[in-house]
């Protein structure tokens, strides 16, 4: 079985973003700014890649999209969350992402901090209600672990700590690992296996999940330092070139741009490799690894 990528990324991509817009409070609920500022970043782009490898990850074991919905807009809130957060003056101070200005450049920082938070609440209520897809109450209470796991201080958020601790610094490639393994693939990693654990994967399954979903978030995470030195602001929808003017700890910046492109190429490999016992319902988590080394934004 071949698969389309852009086509099946396309039609999740799609769904994610009708469950997202009846999960999302109404602008004209009060507090209308927040749940205006809430929307804004959620509806300003976005490839929805997390919440499409969660339900790649459940499609892996036989499950359907509608079963882990709320799984998957979960993790696309946390990951809006960080991104708003990471884009305040107070940490990468960026005035563009996803084409469009930065939540604190239209709502103000206060409304910018607060519309993360009830983001990040948001999704850990949505998360809780994956019972309501029917799923049993052993494998929520897994879900809800791993996702508080990788989205906090042992995973994105200990990551983001270790990329600002390391501004300006020489650092080596043990740290860029470290920053890149946890700001980044970790929340991709629990959302194939989130993704999976919903539709009844065995342990043996999820060990191997979490080595292809470790694999593919750091191939991920290296394919964005390399497109921020070799793609346009345009391509990107946020400001190229920031991390060499930050001088932040990248792939390219330790380890040069060839090996740098070698090394994701190779993790996707051994993704593959992990992937290998799925047969065919693996085949769009395969195509979605391909996918991550050959974007061009
Ligand atoms: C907890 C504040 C806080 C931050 C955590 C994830 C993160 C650290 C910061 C966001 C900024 C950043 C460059 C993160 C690296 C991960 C990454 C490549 C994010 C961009 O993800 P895409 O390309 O974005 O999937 P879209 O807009 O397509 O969803």
Partial sequence: MSVDVQSYMAERARAVDAALARYLPSESDPPATLHKAMRYSVFAG???????????????????????????????????????????????????????????KVFGEAIAILAGDALLTLAFRLLADNFAAGSDAHA??????????????????????????????????????????????????????????????????LVALGLAGGNLGLAFQIMDDILDVTATSEELGKTAGKDQAQQKATYPAVHGLEVSRIHAKALVGEAHAALQSFGPRAEPLRALGTFIVERKA
């Fill in 46 to 104: 976005g490839k929805r890649l997390r919440p499409v490898f969660v339900i790649a990850g459940a499609e892996a074991m036989g499950g359907r999209m509608d079963e882990v919905m709320q799984t998957a807009c979960a993790v696309e809130m946390i990951h809006t969350y960080s991104l708003i957060h990471d884009d305040l003056p107070a940490m990468d101070n960026d005035d563009f992402r996803r084409g469009v200005p930065t939540n604190h």
């Fill in 140 to 205: 929520l209470r897994n879900v809800l672990i791993e996702i508080g796991d990788a989205a906090g201080s042992a995973g994105m958020v200990g990551g983001q700590v270790a990329d600002i601790e390391s501004e300006g610094k020489r650092v080596g490639a043990e740290t860029v690992d470290y920053i890149h393994t946890h700001k980044t693939a970790a929340l991709i990693r629990a959302s194939i296996r989130a993704g999976a654990m919903l539709a009844g994967a065995t342990p043996s399954q």
